[in-house]
T-cell receptor
């Protein structure tokens, strides 16, 4: 049973650039959520996608955008990168019909902005 | 708005000792509650979850947690610590009220050290 996968593992970008991170959900899951985890902190919710639409959004600027594809995979895009965007970006998948909506996480993408 | 407080950013125990990691939540309605573990340079692994079926929840690796509504707590315990338990532990909540709002809200984490 394939778990949540993310690519790339690590990424180094320069301030002002744009980045795209990718996520494939756990087999059978239909919902993808993205979280940002700064060093030494708990994950912060960015947004959630279901049926190719953004269903819920956290307190993140419009520079953060996403997409969900028909096969349920997802992308996170960040424009005009700031030094403060350096973090571990975590993708989590879940099944909408499960009431508790427990989420399963991928290994993350470590983004460093210089 | 929901929130989670984890008391103690660092906890150190001896191998074989009881592990107790504290989590308190703030919510108008008892939420769904989760404990996750994060090993260095890895993602989060679900340890256990509370979904109102039972107040004492058993998870993987010998961990369990008890939901106490009167104390708004969901503390994580393990009777005997192993060296392999050293990691960061996160408590998280999600709302039961609005099925369209299922984001997890995390605590700030507790780093567990296990001394030989």
């Amino acid at each position: 049973d394939a778990g949540v996968t993310q690519s790339p593992t690590h990424l180094i970008k320069t301030r002002g650039q744009q980045v795209t991170l990718r996520c494939s959900p756990k087999s059978g899951h239909d919902t993808v959520s993205w979280y940002q985890q700064a060093l030494g902190q708990g994950p912060q919710f960015i947004f959630q996608y279901y049926e190719e639409e953004e269903r819920q959004r956290g307190n993140f600027p419009d520079r953060f955008s996403g997409h969900q594809f028909p096969n349920y995979s997802s992308e996170l895009n960040v424009n005009a990168l700031l030094l403060g965007d350096s973090a571990l970006y975590l993708c989590a998948s879940s099944l909408v019909r499960v009431r508790s909506h427990e989420q399963y996480f991928g290994p993350g993408t470590r983004l460093t902005v210089t | 708005a929901q929130s989670v407080t984890q008391l103690g950013s660092h906890v150190s125990v001896s191998e074989g000792a009881l592990v107790l990691l504290r989590c308190n939540y703030s919510s108008s309605v008892p939420p769904y509650l989760f404990w996750y573990v994060q090993y260095p340079n890895q993602g989060l692994q679900l340890l256990l979850k509370y979904t109102s079926a039972a107040t004492l929840v058993k998870g993987i690796n010998g961990f369990e947690a008890e939901f106490k509504k009167s104390e708004t707590s969901f503390h994580l315990t393990k009777p005997s610590a192993h060296m392999s338990d050293a990691a960061e532990y996160f408590c998280a909540v999600s709302s039961v009220e609005d099925t369209g709002r299922r984001a997890l809200t995390f605590g700030s984490g507790t780093r567990l050290q296990v001394q030989p």
